[in-house]
């Protein structure tokens, strides 16, 4: 029996496929008619762990302020420039193939890459996604943060399953 943890991607994109704006917006996202929390507090039960880049981690200072939305589980933050933790994160200045590697053989649980297309390009390239849980909004935004960088290799996925909360479809895909 395989207790390897899983790595996760749960993400929402625009329908041409870009999961901010040039200025790291979401306002986009927010204007879309959803259905409860779309699936979120449901799919969050199943983590355990959460990884993030330093950006990532930055812009939910920023737009979060004292509520810091992942208190209650194990954060890491990548970044080439803090060390130590703080109260609610970790932040992490090693490999990101073996660290990952090292969460993923523990007792853990399973893993959330959560946002940032930098961060999520390095796992999708290093093939360290299990599966990709995408919410597609029915907006198009014409430019921004992509969803997908570009890649020099195939990256082939089986579709699980599909979900609709109201105007937003939910694909969600695991590596073949």
Request: with cysteine; glycine share 8%.
């Amino acid at each position: 029996m395989d207790n390897k943890s899983k790595v996760y991607t749960y993400i929402a994109t625009s329908l041409d496929g870009y999961i901010a704006t040039p200025e790291d917006s979401l306002e986009w996202l927010f204007k879309v008619e959803g259905e409860g929390d779309n699936g979120y507090s449901e799919f969050y039960e199943t983590i355990d762990t959460i990884i993030m880049g330093r950006k990532t981690y930055d812009w939910l200072i920023a737009n979060e302020k004292d509520n810091f939305p992942y208190k209650n589980k194990p954060c890491y933050v990548f970044s080439n420039t803090l060390i130590g933790k703080n109260e609610n994160v970790q932040f992490i200045n090693e490999d990101v193939v073996s660290f990952t590697n090292k969460l993923k053989i523990s007792d853990g649980g399973n893993i959330w890459v959560v946002g940032g297309g930098d961060l999520l390009h390095y796992f999708i390239k290093e093939r360290l996604v299990d599966e990709f849980i995408i919410t597609v909004a029915p907006t198009i935004i014409g430019k921004g943060i992509p969803l997908f960088k570009e890649i020099d290799f195939e990256l082939e996925l089986r579709l699980k399953n599909i979900r609709r909360f109201n105007q937003f479809a939910e694909l969600h895909y695991e590596l073949k």
